[in-house]
């Protein structure tokens, strides 16, 4: 039979996403965005170009291969796209929905240029959420003998997991938490990325074979040189980022003052939404106060509207053009209704008679230079300070590194105690690998995952001799 | 899951749980704690090792009925499991100088207690100071009493048991005998405080074990972050103990008190259903 050539159907506009409406959304815990049919994906799809050059694939930090599996997808050969995907990058399901991909692989769609890049990510979440439906079934390698320990199931240890697992190695996850996932599960919330999937993805894992030890404090529990004595080959720390950064202003301790991590495991891991039924309490303001730019702030604003605040500030010392966070977040979190005071730093915070933070002194600035970031400084406006209400204060201005690395293994930290390696993920140890947040700093989920797996080739080249 | 393996009562209100951990008994040192999750809708509260045995595969801990939390573990009995315990977790206690003040309040006495049974193995001189609100309320007395300690005082509050007052009363003699070079207190936020005053006004340099409210206990949510000498600490992971001279305590007892409204929802919400059951 004569192949009949794919002629993409040119012009026509990026299929929507099936979003919830803001206002309904906002108060509850639901997903915000329930995916595309197929229907739909067959028509985005369709808008693919088939570049012979994929400037798209250049752009995925994994490497998937964007137009094979999107051509699958025309096919209506939605295994043969799901296993396409899962040959580099195990979690479609997680990266379809937290990747920037603006930045990424739908950021380098020739399309782009003038119109609407193919919505990759959308397709890609898409077929991740269809792996029951498919009954894909994944393959490893026979088992090779050797043990490889992870310490941490984030995604960087996750990724790394499923790639050693399909290598034939014998996996041992250790994971502090009581439940696996690292940030996906404690940080990322609900709304965005519903418990059920990062669930399924690892139990995705121990399909595959991998053991998770949940309980298990690395550094306390157990260190490198006994898990070597125990006859792990390899190690690979993914700790992911550590303890939080605060303001150090005044009254930064007040009750009523949290910092993102904090409200956001309360919500997500320790379901305090859902008190009392769950144990875990968290404080409902009324009038919350986010501090930050961030994809972080950006989920705990959005998250204390769900916890039933009447109203959400983002305060952010530069403008939202300077803002960090993902634009889609930055329109979601506007879109529900949260309002954003640009331009302003936090002085101090005041109690109220309760004892609970109940003001916030804040100070206008102004941009100034461009500071080693590119940004522009923000330079603070003398005279220009202000109060406003507040009940609840978060803030979300990144972290600093984890503790637990260097309790765990003898390997060189640099000047900020994030862990030295090479680009393999080599630490100065050769029985350790490291990745993720603490090599790099907070950065992305696809980032810890793409470091996961630079790592699990690594291992397998060094163990086995490859 | 973690398995009891024996419950003792030293109170109406005071439990000690032994429960089978086999890689965290041998890993657990004085000063250390657990954090313990009931069940899959329970919260995570952070317990002192009160004792251990790597021999066995034990370890152990000690608490006071408080709250919802602790109410449900006391209902435990030996042969139940808790769902999740994480630990050991926090830095170990070092205590300087070779004649050292142990003081405990009430429920803190559990953790003064491997405190100073530590310091007796490390030859140290070690008097200890218990104080509770009542005679009743003054656990592990005997234990206590059996250590090879310097000489041991009682306080309680309505002088039912030991000394009536304070336990900075025999601290104060203490210092003021040159009877110590250094000290560790542990229990409520005013003995601390106040145990650290007297500590200062005698030049003796004070620790404490801090007990703010935690979630994660591993340094990544900053709920039990504490004011040091005018730095922000983490209880968790640079901690729990803290030159106590240095300690913002009203700072301290503020966060302590974050969650009290909610306590009291939790706790009553608890006895309802415990009364439908019935």
Known sequence: MPEVKYRPNIGAPRTPANEEPAEERARDFRPVDTGYTKADAIAEANRCLDCKKPLCMEGCPVGVHIPQFIEKIREEDWAGALSTIKADNLLPS??????????????KCILGKKGDPVAIGQLERM???????????????????????????????????????????????????????????YGIPEFRLPKAIVKREIEGLEQLGVHFE???????????????????????????????????????????????????????????????????PIRHGKNVVVFGGGNVAMDAA???LRLGAEKVTLAYRRTEAEMPARRAEIHHAKEEGVEILELCNPLRFLPGPDGFVSTIELQRMELGEPDASGRRRPIPVEGSEFAIPCDVAITAIGTRANPFAKLCADVELNRWGLIETDEEGRTSNPKVWAGGDIVTGAATVILAMGAGKTAAASIKKTILGE | ???????????ENVFEFRVHAPRMAKKAHAGQFLMVRINETGERVPFTFANWNPEEGWIEFIFMVIGKTTECLSKLEEGDEIQDITGPLGKPTEIEGDSVAVIGGGVGLAIAYPVARMLCE????????????????????????????EELFVTTDDGSMGEKGVVTLPLARLCETDSIDSAFAVGPVPMMKFSARTCREHKIPIVASLNPIMVDGTGMCGCCRVEVGGETMFACVDGPDFNADLVDWDDLAHRQASYRAEEAVSKKQYEEDCACQK
Do not use: W
Not at chain 1, 239 to 258: D, I, M, Q, S, T
């Open chain 1, 302 to 304: 959005r998250t204390a």
């Open chain 1, 127 to 185: 077929l991740g959420d269809m792996a029951d439906e498919v009954g894909e079934a994944p393959e490893c390698k026979p088992a090779n003998g050797h043990k490889v320990a992870i310490v941490g199931s984030g995604p960087s240890g996750i990724a790394c997991a499923g790639e050693l697992a399909r290598e034939g190695f014998d996996v041992t996850v250790f994971e502090a938490f009581f439940t696996g996932g690292g940030v996906l599960t």
């Open chain 2, 1 to 11: 899951m973690y398995k009891i393996l024996k419950k003792t009562q030293f109170s």
């Open chain 2, 122 to 149: 490390q030859g140290k001189k070690v008097y200890v100071i218990m104080g509770a609100r009542t005679k009743d309320l003054l656990i592990l007395f005997e234990q206590f009493a059996a250590l090879p300690l």
């Open chain 1, 94 to 107: 997680v990266c379809g929905r937290v990747c920037p991909q603006e930045n990424q692989c739908e950021g």
């Open chain 1, 214 to 280: 949940y309980n298990s404090v690395a550094g306390r529990l157990f260190d490198a040189e006994e898990l070597f004595e125990e006859g792990f080959d390899a190690l690979y720390l993914a700790v992911g980022a550590g303890l939080p950064r605060f303001l150090h202003v005044k009254g930064e301790n007040l009750p009523g003052v949290y910092c993102a991590n904090e409200y956001l495991t309360r919500t997500n891991l320790m379901k305090a939404y859902e008190f009392p039924v769950y144990d875990t």
